[in-house]
Nanobody, 123 residues
Framework: QVQLVESGGGLVQAGGSLRLSCAAS????????VAWYRQAPGKQRELVAAVTTGGLTNYTGSVKGRFTISRDNAENPVYLQMNSLKPEDTAVYYC?????????????????WGQGTQVTVSS
């Protein structure tokens, strides 16, 4: 089993930056991909970014050039660096992990989920 814990969310002004962290514990050796999804009120959960253990990344178009997903093999966490934040980025951000080398897709493809962390961007 894998446990995921997100941190780093909060309130930030438009144009500001936040860095989210996803810490994994348990059977971490089974993880082959990690992703960030987000869900705003009244909207479907959508992919933000994904990274495989091999370092391949995928981003949704609305965050390309602003967000960066990265992994720290030595320290375990996966990060989501969010720059130039916009009010439309406001959502609960979830960390997800998979035993397979996924690059996104619907949330049902992912095996493990964190509890989510709230990101609020004020205009």
């Amino acid at each position: 089993q894998v446990q995921l814990v997100e941190s780093g969310g909060g309130l930030v002004q438009a144009g500001g930056s936040l860095r989210l962290s996803c810490a994994a514990s348990g059977d971490i050796f089974s993880i082959n991909a990690v992703a960030w999804y987000r869900q705003a009120p009244g909207k479907q959960r959508e992919l933000v970014a994904a990274v495989t253990t091999g370092g391949l990344t995928n981003y949704t178009g609305s965050v390309k050039g602003r967000f960066t997903i990265s992994r720290d093999n030595a320290e375990n966490p996966v990060y989501l660096q969010m720059n130039s934040l916009k009010p439309e980025d406001t959502a609960v951000y979830y960390c997800a992990a998979s035993n397979w080398e996924l690059f996104g897709g619907p949330p049902t493809l992912w095996d493990f989920w964190g509890q989510g962390t709230q990101v609020t961007v004020s205009s």
